[in-house]
């Protein structure tokens, strides 16, 4: 399957031991380039060109341009100049990154990646550095410098695990966002993000997926539900006046599992008789502004969906299951695209969708039948985002508590991975922070291991034959590695696919009507053929009659 | 940025082998495409190109799974319509390799 060594893991105890260090494993030349076609919209550099041999130049003043930018960024963020400042060099991080763990390469180690940036930030920025460079470990800026920027900051998903750890709480994914938006404006964009950031600009959503095509997708699935239960649930468009509208990552139309948690709350909200829509403007819950560091880019899609609820007069702006997605609405919304003082205030701004499922199971207004979910036994795993950047409902910890408690209402086996792989300390998908794409394979697969190690356990201990995620990448991340681990991509699925399985809607038909109402279908369908052939056969005949005569 | 020769002729294909200029396809392309990947296109390779090709006209997009494997079952009976029978024809994916001979843009995000 693959040319390079896939990780070996042992279902023991559901953690890695932790591996001696081999240099170099990783070293290579990073993802694809942002050809300047795709940094133009994204309003960076796009002086570079491209040699023969495939091979793009930085921009002409690339060393003055990035010690500016970097100079911008340390002054626009106080937390960044500090984290540049503070580390000690304890040491308490080096085994806590996943792609540490899975690849050895000790330039994955978080403070060796933190120190990429910071040997630049010493030699430019600092009086030690300035005059005593060999004594602080400051280096000059050189291209070696960014190569090796390019190509490790690529390989941080910005999950926040190492900073649990720290005790300075030093954040590697603020120095890894800074560290390609200094890159974005010397030449080095990366071409998956820009790319899709290009098309939220353009149609409406990273999958650019045009409006027309979202219309015929959501009535292909009214037509699916409605097949599978005999009722007619809605998935409105652009419908003006609804209370709420639906922000959900554009994979929630097209792939799978994503698209049955899609159903899922479809079904969630046809039951509480929540009047709600869905946006073709703003199509798309992702944000890939957030991974590359941009600002100005993060602030341009947030305001998409402020235009959205403006346009289309709702009352609440409702998330659906996407991991960035939710940091960037619970942690930043407000101060992107606020204020939200149109909306009603009865409702926190924004909502994650399990706001709205858990309190509905818990206040016994949903008719679940649990035993619909026998055939699997789950499994949860934390989004990063989700676990260290936000919280869901009013109590501490409901980012972990939710999700779970909504599994357990809709499935009758739950058991949870190692602690020391779940909640506050998970560890990342592997696929996270604008990693989720083919040319950085490698690193994905390697990056999955803790995770995969954690799920082999409970498999092999407990039994669990599914993995349940509520983050867009980490299900499509999943589905696609976990066969190189001996897993099946259908092992993963959507917490709202859970709930859509046990859910009986009002008035939904039993097998045994469905099977009679199909069986009538049929036969009508029959009877309408026999008819149409009795007819064509009877004009044939007079037909030929008339021939005759 | 790449080139693949199509007999004889070279056409711009991106670093995954993506046609640049969509409007370029022809069935010699996917042909080319196919064989450089070690694929022997047969008919029921062509019913699926066919249909990618006639989607992305109307919606300018690849069709979802859900709605190709639908599809296909509708136009090939149900026992072809699921993702097993398109992965046995795609076995790097439908969505990305099927998409790719058939001239339409990979589809991106978190897919």
């Known amino acids: 399957m693959a040319d390079y060594e896939i990780p070996k893991i042992t279902g023991e ?363 699997m036994t789950l499994t949860f795993h934390d989004s990063c985002n989700i676990a260290r950047g936000t919280n869901i409902g009013t109590e501490v910890g409901g980012q972990f508590d939710l999700p779970r408690n909504v599994i357990k209402a809709v499935c009758n086996n739950y058991v949870d991975m190692n602690q020391d792989a779940i909640k506050d300390v998970t560890f990342c998908c592997g696929g996270g922070g604008g990693i989720l794409t083919d040319d950085l394979m490698e690193i994905r697969i390697k990056g999955a291991q803790p995770r995969m190690e954690a799920l082999k356990e409970v498999t092999e201990n407990n039994g669990v034959t599914h993995m349940a995620a509520i983050c867009a990448i980490c299900k499509s991340q999943f589905t696609k590695v976990i066969p190189y681990y001996g897993f099946s991509m259908d092992q993963i699925v959507s917490v709202h696919q859970l709930v859509s399985n046990a859910i009986v809607l009002k008035g939904q038909l039993t097998e045994e009507e469905l099977e009679a109402r199909d069986a009538a279908e049929e036969a009508e369908r029959v009877a309408e053929m026999e008819a149409r052939k009795k007819a064509a056969a009877e004009k044939k005949a007079a037909k030929d009659a008339a021939e005759k005569k | 940025m790449g080139m693949l020769d199509v007999n004889g002729t070279s056409v711009e294909v991106d670093e995954e082998g993506y046609l640049e200029d969509l409007s370029e396809w022809t069935e010699e392309i996917a042909t080319a495409m196919a064989a450089a990947e070690d694929v022997d296109l047969s008919e029921e390779h062509w019913d699926i190109i066919n249909f990618l090709r006639e989607y992305y006209e109307e919606y300018q997009i690849a069709p979802a799974v859900r709605v190709l494997t639908k599809a296909v079952g509708k136009r090939l009976g149900k026992a072809k319509g699921n993702s097993k029978y398109l992965y046995s024809l795609f076995p790097y994916g439908p969505g990305k390799q099927a998409c790719k001979y058939a001239g339409l843009p990979k589809p991106t995000g978190c897919v």
């Open chain 1, 13 to 375: 105890d559901g953690i890695v031991d932790v591996p001696k260090i081999v240099k170099d494993t990783m070293v290579g030349s990073g993802p694809w380039i942002s050809a300047p076609k795709f940094q133009k919209d994204m309003h960076f550099a796009t002086e570079i060109e491209q040699s023969e041999d495939g091979k793009w130049t930085l921009i002409p003043n690339w060393k003055e341009a990035a010690l500016e930018k970097m100079d911008d960024l340390r002054g626009r963020y106080r937390s960044l100049q500090l984290f540049l400042d503070i580390c000690v060099k304890c040491g308490s991080c080096t085994d806590k990154c996943h792609y540490f763990i899975g690849t050895k390469d000790p330039k994955n180690m978080p403070v060796a990646r933190q120190d990429l940036l910071r040997k630049v930030y010493r030699r430019y920025f600092t009086f030690a550095g300035k005059y005593f460079p060999k004594l602080v470990g400051a280096t000059d800026l050189t291209e070696e410098v960014i190569d090796d920027w390019y190509n490790y900051y690529h390989q941080c998903s910005q999950c926040r695990r190492c900073s649990v750890f720290c005790p300075y709480g030093i954040d590697t994914a603020e120095i890894s966002m800074a560290a390609r938006e200094i890159l974005n404006h010397i030449g080095r964009g990366q071409k998956y993000c820009t790319q899709i950031m290009g098309k939220v600009y353009t149609i409406g959503n990273n999958l650019g997926l045009p409006q027309r095509a979202l219309e015929d997708t959501l009535e292909g699935l009214e037509e699916d539900v409605e097949e599978e239960t005999g009722v007619k649930v809605a998935f409105p468009l652009d419908k003006k006046g609804a209370e709420v509208l639906l922000i959900t990552p554009s994979a929630d139309f097209f792939a799978e599992p994503h698209v049955d948690g899609l159903m899922g709350y479809a079904k969630v909200f046809h039951e509480l008789e929540l009047d709600w829509t869905l946006s073709s403007y703003a199509s798309e819950g992702a944000n890939f502004g957030m991974f590359i560091g941009s600002y100005e880019n993060m602030r341009k899609i947030a305001l998409r969906i402020r235009h959205a609820a403006l346009d289309l007069g709702v009352k609440r702006i409702v998330f659906g299951e996407c991991g960035h997605a939710w940091r960037v609405a619970y942690s930043f919304l407000n101060t992107l695209a606020g204020p939200f003082d149109f909306l009603d205030p009865k409702y926190p701004v924004p909502q994650h969708v399990l706001e709205i499922t858990w309190p509905a199971l818990q206040e016994g207004k949903l008719t679940i039948d649990k035993s619909l979910n026998d055939d």
